[in-house]
């Protein structure tokens, strides 16, 4: 796939070409030709800084991608104006309802870096991860004052800006950058509600099971994460050998993921390995003059490894589902929709887990399930936590770790940091890459999860049933509010009052809790 810069004044003319043949069109059917043009222009600039940016982050001591980065990173705020004005003239078009009818279509078609320490901190060895978790945290406690200082300017920069478009702060402007257009802060904080009476009860009985498992008399923070006595189950192969094992599996499980794992393979659709000067972490982005995912990710030799073949793989079988879906703003998919692809993909390839784990097929299987739910208490507090700093920016340093660690007695209340003065004063948060750079998106990977969770209870009663109604959502991609998707494909609204404790109740009955 080759790689040019895009120049900067050509896109300029090229937007403004757009506007005078939109101005001048006397027809829903030209502007709407007009806007088929945009679709083309735009995929270009986003194919060539996806390029960069993959490039870059595959190796971040490449001086020309590194420089291709800084380029676009300069220019997107650019762009996106030039974007925000055409769609201005989009949306007050007098053919206004040629257009959204246009969208209506129903398509059907060894020096380690952070990642790297992963397998020391959830070692089997619980001494070896107790010093990896000492070592872990005075990375963090030894650059505090330095993230606290990067937080806090994070903080009054965006609640500046909320304040230069006219918003109270900047939880108003973060939720319509989220593209939340169908629910309301209300409706989260009723879903923390939920949360803290119906579910975490139930997640501190998982972690009480894990402790007898492990045969502790108590759970410290170091064993966060950890579920079997001889260590987690991890993946068997090579990364390539495990890549193969996902193509057997999504051959097996349909013929649309085994044509999608065949084109992402294929095309080497993967950049998985693990190196020093690789960007930590893991995502899937897509290239449209291609009409290809691309999945980046940091194989570790953990059960991570194989939730990148699941997780990752949600979000890009989605994608290239509906790659040839004309209207390319039913790709415009809000977060908890995206993540409920991703997240409840990892529950219909349970049962081709053995590919992966061999004999600790079904450790895998209990540990994830286990993980799933613990997840939702973290995952909520994490926005809470965003809520209230957001809601109060001048609060100081030592007060945002206050609050933090209020809401983990709150939200986990096993947890024991003694012996961790940094933890114990409210320090974890600033691990978390969200917080800083993705304000106010983790509360979606908790909605999502409630609607994994309910699409697992489904499977395990009616696989095809549940399989169909996955499919179905997939294939809606965003031509419908998030909302009105669940509904359409038979699953509870999240925010609805009583869905967690009837997702609880079904576990628990499934668990004999």
Known sequence: MPYSRIDMEAVRKDFADLEKRFTEADSGEKQFAVHQDYYKITDHIMTESQLAE????????????????????????????????????????KFRPYLEEKTKIDWNGETLNLSLMNPYLH??????????????????????????DFYDRLVKCRTKQAEQLGYRNYLDLGYCRMMRNCYTRSDIAEFRRQVKKDFVPFAEQLHERRRQRLGLSSLHFEDEGVYFKNGNPAPIGTPEEILEAGRKMYRELSPETGKFMD???????????????????????????????????????????????????????????????????????????????SMSMEFFT??????FFGARAKDYVDMHFEDSCCFIPYGTMVDEFQDIIYDDPALDPKTRNEVWRDLE???KPHLDYSGNDYYEQGGFWQKQHHIYCF????????????????YKVWMDSDYKGAWESYLRLCRLSASDFFTGLVKEVGLVNPFEDGCLKSVVGQLTDRMNL
């Open 350 to 355: 349970e049962p081709w887990m053995n590919l």
């Open 409 to 411: 007695r709150q939200y």
């Open 263 to 341: 084109f992402m393979c294929d095309n080497h659709m993967f950049d998985v390995i693990g190196r020093k000067t690789k960007r930590a972490g893991g995502y899937m982005t897509y290239l449209p003059d291609y009409k290809a995912p691309f999945i980046f990710a940091n194989f570790n030799g953990t059960s991570g490894d194989a939730d990148v073949i699941t997780h990752e793989c949600g979000h890009a079988f989605q994608g290239w589902i509906v790659a040839d879906d004309p209207i390319r703003e039913h790709a415009d998919i809000t977060m908890e929709t995206a993540e409920t692809h």
């Open 123 to 148: 070692s089997p060895d619980r001494a070896v991860r107790v010093e990896a978790w000492k070592k872990f945290s005075a990375f963090f406690s030894a650059h505090k004052e330095e993230l606290d």
């Open 54 to 93: 993959i490039r870059h982050d595959i190796d971040v001591t490449d001086e020309f991608y590194k420089g291709e980065q800084d380029f676009f990173d300069a220019v997107t705020p650019d762009i996106q104006n030039l974007k925000v004005h055409y769609q201005r003239m989009l949306y007050h078009s």
């Open 439 to 454: 304000p106010l998106y983790y509360i979606d990977y908790c909605i999502a999860q409630t609607n994994a969770l309910q």
